[in-house]
């Protein structure tokens, strides 16, 4: 399972009365408020001592994976920072808002996921990546503070990805245990129209190579075809004739060609002679929040809420209890 599950990793349709009244509350923030028509106060500056004050006395233990100290970051100075890792630079309010809400689910959902060597969450892509927080981040963090996104009452695991490419995708379709997370659903998102397609070329020897990593062993890969796709389209697996095993999943097949170069499993694929033609949409396993999509809906003026609503039309938005 992909470790940037948050967000790095989300039904029921949010009730809209509820919603109304958790946004709300927020009206009055300083930074920005994300109820339409509500007066935006001045931009004043977020102080950490404000981000804690507003944490509730949450605290997470960061560390990283090679040793070191282990530092106790009030929770929402450190979903500051991470958004400041993780989101990219100019995002619009809205999208920082919804990766805010995201990010503190994930925070608040794996604590103790490295219990073992004695802090919360790390440092690096396996949990979540941080840096020195913005203006922009803290005002995000302020406006959305203690906000996470639930299932049956409970925060849930949220999963989100680069770039869905125009639809996200059934977390029980990617990996074999996302059948504990049935609220992550695949849903059209409309906004990836005129993405460009990305394109990846490899020889039938460069592929086998690459997945007898991974296990399946022959002197030589006769073939590379696709059995069977999902319910977005995306390639579930593929058939190596020639190879023992003979199938892998879609997923596998990234891992072994490289996550970075096999962008996404929304590929076509063309042969001619040994050489074979990969042409795809959309960067990551495209579960959960889709970052990219995110960031143009908040940029033509959605709110989190509606954002939110979107990619995790099972989860609802909940404080978390004081
Ligand atoms: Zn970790
Ligand atoms: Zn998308």
Do not use: K
Request: charged share 20%; glycine share 12%.
């Amino acid at each position: 399972m992909p470790a940037r599950t948050v967000f790095q990793a989300v039904l029921v349709a949010l009730a809209s009365v509820l919603m109304a009244s958790v946004w709300a509350d927020q009206a009055s923030v300083p930074g920005g408020a994300p109820v339409p028509g509500a007066q935006t106060a001045a931009l004043e500056p977020v102080a950490d001592a404000a981000l804690e004050a507003a944490g509730n006395g949450r605290t997470v233990r960061v560390g990283s994976l090679g040793g070191g100290s282990v530092s106790v970051l009030p929770l929402e100075v450190y979903v500051a920072r991470v958004l400041a890792g993780e989101a990219a630079p100019n995002t619009a309010d809205g999208a920082l808002q919804a990766l805010a809400i995201a990010a503190r689910t994930f925070t608040i959902v794996n604590a103790g996921r490295h219990d073992r060597d004695g802090f919360d969450i790390c440092d690096t892509t396996h949990c979540q990546v941080f840096r020195a927080a913005t203006a922009a981040t803290r005002r995000a963090v302020l406006v959305s503070a203690g906000l996470v996104l639930t299932y049956n009452g409970t925060p849930a695991e949220v999963f989100y990805s680069a770039s869905c490419g125009g639809r996200t995708e059934r977390a029980s379709e990617v990996w074999a245990a996302g059948g504990r997370f049935p609220y992550l659903l695949g849903v059209d998102d409309e906004v990836h129209e005129g993405d460009p397609v990305w394109r990846l070329e490899r020889s039938l020897d460069e592929v086998r190579d690459a997945v007898a990593r991974l296990g399946p062993r022959g002197t030589r890969l006769e073939d590379l075809r696709i059995d069977s796709r999902s319910g977005s389209g995306r390639v579930s697996r593929v058939s190596l004739p020639g190879l023992s095993p003979d199938t892998l999943t879609g997923d596998q097949l990234r891992s072994a060609l490289g996550f970075a170069e096999l962008r996404s499993t929304a590929f076509t694929m063309e042969r001619t002679g040994d050489r074979m033609r990969f042409e795809g949409r959309g960067y990551g396993h495209g579960v959960g929040l889709c970052v990219v999509g995110a960031g143009r809906r908040a940029a033509r003026g959605e709110t989190a809420e509606a954002i939110l609503r979107h990619y995790f039309p099972a989860l609802e938005t909940r404080r978390l209890d004081p």
